[in-house]
C-alpha cells in the first residue's frame, strides 16, 4: 500500500506517540475502540475467534483491548501493516501479550491478497482508515468488506467527524452492504467517530487481487493537495 501524502511522508511510527497522551483526541479514540473490542470478544460464541486488522500500526486496538480479556487465548488471525517499525512494535507487544495466535505481518492491506488464509473473520478492525482515503473509496471499502467477513461478523472502525460529518453516509453505506449498527459513537466528539457494525448477509468468497481503497492520507485530503491516479 503506497501511502501518498504529498512531499513529505509521514513518519507513522511517531505518529503513534499521541497516543501516549491520556488527553489527546487519538488516546481517547483508542480507549473507545478498545472498549467496542472488548464486547466484541464477551458477545463471541465459544471456540476460535478469528480477526482480522487493517493498517493495523502498533497493533494498540486490538493487543492492547485483549490482553487481560478472558477470551484472548481464543484469538487467531492476522494484522496487516506496511510499516516495517510498526510491525515490530506490534509483534513485540504481542508476544508480551502472550497472543501466540496472532500474526503480525508486513503488507499491503489495501489489497485483498494480504488476508488470503485469514479471512473469513469473525472480528474486522478497520481503524485509522476512512479518514485517509477519499469518500468515493470509502464507500468502496466498505462493499468489499463482506469478504472479508464470517457470518454475524463484527466490523470496527474509525473516521474523524469534523464537518462535513461522513459518519451518515458510512452508516447508510454499511446498511447498503449488508451490516447492522450495533454502536455509535456520540456527535459531540467531532475529533474522531467509532462505529460497530455487524454483517447480516451471507459469507462472499474472498477475490485476490482486488483493490480495497488507496490510502492518500488525511493530510493531503485535508490541503486539496494533488496526489497520483
Avoid at 459513537?185 to 448477509?201: D, I, Q, W
Amino acid at each position: 500500500m503506497e501511502r501518498q501524502e504529498g512531499p513529505v511522508q509521514r513518519d507513522w511510527a511517531a505518529w503513534h506517540g499521541a497516543y501516549d497522551d491520556p488527553r489527546s483526541a487519538l488516546s481517547r479514540r483508542l480507549r473507545s475502540v478498545q472498549q467496542r473490542v472488548r464486547e466484541a470478544l464477551d458477545s463471541a460464541p465459544p471456540g476460535p475467534i478469528r480477526v482480522v486488522s487493517t493498517c493495523a500500526g502498533q497493533g494498540r486496538d486490538l493487543i492492547g483491548a485483549v490482553k487481560r480479556h478472558p477470551r484472548r487465548h481464543d484469538l487467531v488471525g492476522r494484522l496487516v501493516e506496511l510499516d516495517e517499525a510498526n510491525v515490530r512494535a506490534a509483534s513485540g507487544a504481542a508476544r508480551r501479550a502472550g497472543l501466540d495466535g496472532l500474526d503480525v505481518v508486513v503488507g499491503d492491506a489495501s489489497r485483498t491478497d494480504a488476508y488470503v488464509g485469514a479471512v473469513p473473520a469473525d472480528l474486522v478492525l478497520i481503524c485509522g482508515v476512512f479518514g485517509n482515503i477519499t469518500d468515493p473509496d470509502v464507500e468502496r471499502a466498505i462493499s468489499l468488506l463482506p469478504q472479508l467477513c464470517a457470518e454475524n461478523a463484527q466490523v470496527i472502525w474509525t473516521r474523524n467527524r469534523q464537518p462535513p460529518d461522513l459518519t451518515p453516509d458510512l452508516c447508510r453505506w454499511f446498511e447498503k452492504h449488508g451490516f447492522q449498527k450495533r454502536w455509535l459513537s456520540p456527535p459531540e466528539e467531532r475529533a474522531y467517530g467509532v462505529g460497530a457494525h455487524r454483517y447480516t448477509g451471507a459469507p462472499i468468497p474472498l477475490e485476490p487481487g482486488v483493490r480495497l481503497f488507496t490510502f492518500i492520507g488525511y493530510d493531503t485530503l485535508r490541503n486539496g493537495a494533488p496526489w497520483p491516479q
